[in-house]
């Protein structure tokens, strides 16, 4: 296929920690990750398959680190000529929400992404809102690693709590909107206007048929291409995606228009 390609879920680690990091996430999940972690290893293996534009960010495990991460993601997008966007980090626990997203707004990063089961909350809690809130009114979507049966932080029923209270909150829920728990995520939220999708992270449990019924289930306008590097191969990845054998208007949007419209992306670097 030959489109324009946005990758719109990528993590990448300042060089002197990136091994460090990657082993850590291997750990976690019990994979062996592909890539390294580092920038120059997204843009030399994502251009493999044509992909044009990044959304770029990291998860702050702690509160201290949030505004640190932000400094460098801000960095990485102004030295990047445009290839980059990038996504601003929170943690449920800082003791200046308000400081941080103001912050975040500040650096130009063009959304909010958490992961719960590496923050350890669950994104219905009362503590979580004020960051909804605030997200909301500074028009910034919200990237939610969202499902894995061993965890409760981000199942689909808390998921649809967060979309009926924060109706004009624009989400985005990471890998089809529930890793290992797909077709319940895709039975509970589809119905929901502010909800989007990425296919990160599941093509290595679905087959084509599958991945095409949860893209017509949450309607493809509301599905984003994405790898989650590192820990995956692009081209295999990609090669997963064009399996599904899509329509041409439905590739067009998972793969560069819906990016663009959630991000604010200059389309004139895309095309």
Not at 61 to 90: F, H
Not at 116 to 129: E, R, S, T, V
Not at 214 to 238: I, K
Request: aromatic share 12%; hydrophobic share 35%.
């Amino acid at each position: 296929m030959n489109y324009p390609i946005i990758d719109a879920h990528c993590h990448i680690y300042p060089d002197k920690i990136a091994d460090k990091a990657v082993e850590a996430i291997g750990k976690f999940y019990d994979l062996d990750m592909y890539y390294d972690g580092r920038y120059s290893t997204l843009v030399e293996f994502g251009s493999k398959i044509g992909v044009k534009h990044y959304v770029i960010f990291s998860v702050a495990t702690t509160p201290k680190q949030v505004r640190s991460i932000n400094k460098y993601i801000s960095d990485t997008v102004n030295s990047s000529e445009g290839l980059m966007t990038g996504l601003g980090a929170l943690h449920p626990d800082s003791e200046d929400i308000e400081g941080d997203i103001a912050d975040i707004v500040s650096l130009g990063l063009k959304g909010v992404k958490m992961h719960p089961d590496f923050q350890k909350f669950n994104i219905d809690d009362k503590k979580c809102y004020k960051i909804y809130e605030l997200c909301e009114q500074n028009n910034l979507p919200v990237l939610l690693h969202t499902g894995d049966s061993r965890y409760d932080y981000s199942n689909p029923k808390r998921m649809k709590n967060v979309l009926e209270d924060f109706p004009f909150l624009t989400v985005i829920g990471a890998h089809f909107g529930g890793w290992s728990c797909w077709k319940n995520a895709a039975e509970t939220l589809s119905r929901y206007k502010n909800f989007y999708v990425d296919c990160s992270s599941s093509f290595n449990w679905l087959t084509a048929d599958e991945g095409r019924d949860l893209v017509r289930a949450y309607g493809a306008d509301h599905v984003l291409f994405a790898t989650d590097f590192p820990m995956w191969n692009h081209e295999t990845e990609f090669k997963k995606f064009t399996e599904m054998a899509l329509r041409d208007e439905e590739n067009r949007l998972i793969l560069y228009k819906n990016a663009i419209k959630l991000f604010g992306i200059d389309e004139s670097k895309i095309l």
